[in-house]
């Protein structure tokens, strides 16, 4: 079994997790604005813990997204530093899918719609189906406002900070979605179970190929924040 370490600051979450052969360990905290400042220590009390050193493990996970632009960019640096100087792979966990695998892990749900709230009235959405107990996309990563997704006409359980707008969208929308569930995060401890699967079917890529996903435009995003 590969030792993996999984982090993730998309959110007001910050999280950290570890599975060395099987143990898995984790630290989860909801401390909006204190990534920068908390998640290395983190890390580092994890590991010391567990007695390993970051050269010692297989990979690093990370959360790339969608989510905060400034908290993705916060775990990217971090995961890629350590794995440069390491020199170990990367492996890069949608948040969306750790979400509907936290939902499918509690609830034993079978579709799963996940979303976060992308501020700019939009929100990040994905739907999964879980019956495999990984996900399986139904309805790929996007970003769009609330009006504007379109969900099958099937049941949905439905999770994230996105569905707070779940009454500014489409009556087919809200008709699909049977329990809507707000306080969801994504958490390294999900990633890394979606790691390990990746992981094993050779997606782990170098440092450098630790790509982000915003899903949405920055220029434009920085644009609109400034007005």
Same mark, same amino acid.
């Given at each position: 079994?590969?030792?993996?370490?999984?982090?993730?600051?998309? +959110?007001?979450?910050?999280?950290?997790?570890?599975?060395?052969?099987?143990?898995?360990?984790? *630290?989860?905290?909801?401390?909006?604005?204190?990534? $920068?400042?908390?998640?290395?220590?983190?890390?580092?009390?994890?590991?010391?813990?567990?007695?390993?050193?970051?050269?010692?493990?297989?990979?690093?996970?990370?959360?790339?997204?969608?989510?905060?632009?400034?908290?993705?960019?916060?775990?990217?640096?971090?995961?890629?530093?350590?794995?440069?100087? !390491?020199?170990?792979?990367?492996?890069?966990?949608?948040?969306?899918?750790?979400?509907?695998?936290? !939902?499918?892990?509690?609830?034993?749900? &079978?579709?799963?719609?996940?979303?976060? &709230?992308?501020?700019? &009235?939009?929100?990040?959405? !994905?739907?999964?189906?879980?019956?495999?107990?990984?996900?399986?996309?139904?309805?790929?990563?996007?970003?769009?406002?609330?009006? &504007?997704?379109?969900?099958?006409?099937?049941?949905?359980? !439905?999770?994230?900070?996105?569905?707070?707008?779940?009454?500014?969208?489409?009556?087919? +929308?809200?008709?699909?979605? +049977?329990?809507?569930?707000?306080?969801?995060?994504?958490?390294?401890?999900?990633?890394? $179970?979606?790691?390990?699967?990746?992981?094993?079917?050779?997606?782990?890529? $170098?440092?450098?190929?630790?790509?982000?996903?915003?899903?949405?435009?920055?220029?434009?995003?920085?644009?609109? *924040?400034?007005?």
């Amino acid at each position: 079994m590969p030792k993996i370490l999984a982090l993730d600051t998309s +959110t007001d979450a910050c999280s950290v997790a570890l599975n060395l052969e099987g143990a898995i360990t984790e *630290d989860f905290r909801v401390i909006p604005r204190q990534h $920068t400042q908390q998640l290395l220590p983190m890390v580092q009390e994890l590991l010391a813990n567990a007695g390993v050193k970051v050269s010692e493990l297989d990979a690093i996970a990370f959360g790339r997204g969608p989510g905060s632009f400034a908290g993705i960019r916060i775990a990217t640096g971090v995961t890629q530093g350590l794995a440069y100087a !390491a020199d170990i792979p990367v492996l890069p966990v949608s948040t969306l899918e750790a979400l509907a695998l936290a !939902a499918h892990k509690k609830e034993s749900r &079978d579709r799963v719609a996940a979303a976060l &709230d992308a501020r700019m &009235d939009e929100i990040y959405v !994905a739907a999964y189906d879980m019956t495999s107990g990984m996900p399986e996309i139904i309805l790929a990563e996007q970003v769009c406002a609330p009006g &504007d997704l379109a969900l099958e006409n099937v049941s949905y359980f !439905a999770v994230g900070s996105g569905w707070r707008y779940l009454n500014d969208m489409s009556d087919l +929308t809200q008709a699909s979605v +049977t329990v809507a569930e707000e306080d969801y995060y994504p958490s390294a401890v999900d990633m890394l $179970t979606l790691a390990e699967r990746d992981f094993e079917l050779g997606k782990a890529v $170098t440092a450098d190929q630790a790509i982000p996903v915003y899903l949405r435009d920055e220029v434009a995003w920085k644009k609109k *924040d400034q007005q």
